[in-house]
């Protein structure tokens, strides 16, 4: 029979029934830790008693009233934001592709405001993911995801991730913005180098472009900073949030400066769950638990140990594994045999992991990740890894 729940997934046959940090239950008392994060998006774990009483409190109290009041803990979140990053202002939205899609209309409508009508393309790169409205698959680029949908949307040119000349080669008369990710999530964990954010957001200046930012995977607090282009010392015109932003209730984010965001005035953009009073309730808890000091700088230092281990790791089992990548606790482990065969290999052992491009295993746990998770972590990869080599290597070593 037919599946009542589309298949647009091939998931794993397990059900959690709770979870508790980054631990996740089967109703049947299995317990798997997470290092998946529901794709980089729990940020605070699995039951974060700050983060559940928000919800439950603003559930109790009013959930959703529409943009067409006023939001006060959407325009608290907003102010928090602002007062935290480059940006002057902040549209809330549902989700990431929602997010890149809200972003890419603003560059477009500044554009045509400001006499310059004719400049509507985006240069995007190679092994991008912006997500899978009609648009942001054009924007994504990659055959694999556009296939059978019919014409690609006009205006997103692509070029090799970290090619400057490439980028420059490809601005022309009716471009208006770059759109990248500081570092590619679903392509693998590929983090431009500062060098080439630096170098972007020159040429844009030197052209009239804006430079737009894809953090939904990498931005809030999953490199170590609020926002990964943060450590390239750039100040960008525009930044797309979701994922960990609301600690796995869905919300969507675009911070923007003040000369992008006054083109979107009423009526020319909206949404009618966005920034609503429940969503907000829960961003502004997050916010709470990535603004308190010490907390991204510990980000940063849980990330930097775990890289080293699984460095260590990679040097132990080369017939497994070829290299480590990422930042903070956005890692990615190049494989050298299947990275799905080593997912799976994880997932016996009773750890949750991620495949992306590349050969890659993502990990990317919940930000709140104690020492001793990531010891365990550590252990279960260890066994995980030894199932995976190769029958041709165990018989070399003999
Ligand atoms: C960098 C990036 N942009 C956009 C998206 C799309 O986000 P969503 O699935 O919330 O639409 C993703 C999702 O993986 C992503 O990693």
Same mark, same amino acid.
């Not at 409205?133 to 997103?156: I, Q």
């Not at 960008?236 to 992008?260: N, R």
């Given at each position: 029979?037919?599946?009542?729940?589309?298949?647009?997934?091939?998931?794993?046959?397990?059900?959690?029934?709770?979870?508790?940090?980054?631990?996740?239950?089967?109703?049947?008392?299995?317990?798997?830790?997470?290092?998946?994060?529901?794709?980089?998006?729990?940020?605070?774990?699995?039951?974060?008693?700050?983060?559940?009483?928000?919800?439950?409190?603003?559930?109790?109290?009013?959930?959703?009233?529409?943009?067409?009041?006023?939001?006060?803990?959407?325009?608290?979140?907003?102010?928090?934001?602002?007062?935290?990053?480059?940006?002057?202002?902040?549209?809330?939205?549902?989700?990431?592709?929602?997010?890149?899609?809200?972003?890419?209309?603003?560059?477009?409508?500044?554009?045509?405001?400001?006499?310059?009508?004719?400049?509507?393309?985006?240069? $995007?790169?190679?092994?991008?993911?912006?997500?899978?409205?009609?648009?942001?698959?054009?924007?994504?680029?990659?055959?694999?995801?556009?296939?059978?949908?019919?014409?690609?949307?006009?205006?997103?040119?692509?070029?090799?991730?970290?090619?400057?000349?490439?980028?420059?080669?490809?601005?022309?008369?009716?471009?208006?913005?770059?759109?990248?990710?500081?570092?590619?999530?679903? /392509?693998?964990?590929?983090?431009?180098?500062?060098?080439?954010?630096?170098?972007?957001?020159?040429? $844009?200046?030197?052209?009239?472009?804006?430079?737009?930012?894809?953090?939904?995977?990498?931005?809030?607090?999953?490199?170590?900073?609020?926002?990964?282009?943060?450590?390239?010392?750039?100040?960008?015109?525009?930044?797309?949030?979701?994922?960990?932003?609301?600690?796995?209730?869905?919300?969507?984010?675009?911070?923007?400066?003040?000369?992008?965001?006054?083109?979107?005035?009423? /009526?020319?953009?909206?949404?009618?769950?966005?920034?609503?009073?429940?969503? $907000?309730?829960?961003?502004?808890?997050?916010?709470?638990?990535?603004?308190?000091? /010490?907390?991204?700088?510990?980000?940063?230092?849980?990330?930097?140990?775990?890289?080293?281990?699984?460095?260590?790791?990679?040097?132990?089992?080369?017939?497994?594994?070829?290299?480590?990548? /990422?930042?903070?606790?956005?890692?990615?482990?190049?494989?050298?045999?299947?990275?799905?065969?080593?997912?799976?290999?994880?997932?016996?052992?009773?750890?949750?992991?991620?495949?992306?491009?590349?050969?890659?295993?993502?990990?990317?746990?919940?930000?709140?990740?104690?020492?001793?998770?990531?010891?365990?972590?550590?252990?279960?990869?260890?066994?995980?890894?030894?199932? $995976?080599?190769?029958?041709?290597?165990?018989?070399?070593?003999?």
């Amino acid at each position: 029979m037919f599946p009542a729940l589309m298949p647009t997934y091939a998931r794993a046959d397990l059900a959690f029934e709770r979870g508790e940090g980054a631990w996740l239950m089967t109703a049947d008392g299995r317990r798997f830790l997470d290092f998946g994060a529901g794709i980089a998006t729990s940020s605070l774990g699995h039951a974060h008693p700050h983060l559940t009483a928000a919800i439950a409190a603003q559930a109790a109290r009013v959930m959703h009233v529409s943009n067409l009041y006023r939001i006060p803990g959407a325009e608290r979140l907003a102010q928090r934001l602002v007062d935290a990053t480059f940006a002057d202002s902040v549209f809330f939205c549902n989700s990431g592709a929602e997010a890149n899609e809200g972003m890419v209309k603003m560059v477009r409508r500044a554009m045509a405001e400001t006499n310059r009508p004719g400049r509507y393309r985006m240069i $995007c790169f190679e092994g991008a993911f912006h997500g899978r409205t009609l648009a942001m698959l054009s924007a994504t680029g990659n055959e694999k995801y556009l296939a059978g949908f019919g014409p690609r949307v006009d205006g997103f040119d692509h070029v090799p991730f970290g090619n400057m000349n490439a980028v420059r080669n490809a601005i022309g008369a009716e471009t208006a913005g770059i759109l990248v990710e500081p570092i590619q999530g679903e /392509g693998g964990v590929r983090a431009a180098p500062e060098f080439f954010l630096r170098d972007l957001r020159a040429a $844009c200046d030197e052209f009239g472009l804006f430079l737009a930012l894809d953090e939904v995977q990498c931005g809030m607090g999953r490199t170590g900073t609020l926002f990964a282009h943060e450590q390239a010392g750039i100040v960008p015109d525009a930044v797309s949030a979701a994922k960990g932003i609301a600690g796995g209730f869905p919300m969507g984010a675009i911070l923007a400066t003040e000369t992008l965001a006054k083109h979107l005035r009423p /009526g020319s953009h909206g949404t009618t769950f966005g920034g609503n009073p429940l969503a $907000c309730a829960a961003a502004n808890a997050v916010l709470d638990v990535l603004l308190t000091p /010490g907390f991204l700088a510990q980000v940063a230092a849980r990330g930097a140990a775990l890289h080293a281990s699984l460095t260590d790791l990679v040097h132990a089992v080369p017939e497994v594994f070829a290299g480590v990548r /990422g930042q903070g606790l956005m890692i990615g482990l190049v494989c050298a045999v299947p990275s799905t065969d080593v997912q799976s290999a994880c997932l016996e052992e009773g750890l949750l992991t991620v495949a992306a491009g590349e050969n890659v295993l993502r990990i990317v746990p919940p930000l709140t990740l104690t020492e001793a998770d990531a010891a365990e972590g550590m252990a279960r990869l260890r066994r995980a890894a030894r199932r $995976c080599v190769p029958a041709h290597a165990l018989a070399a070593a003999k």
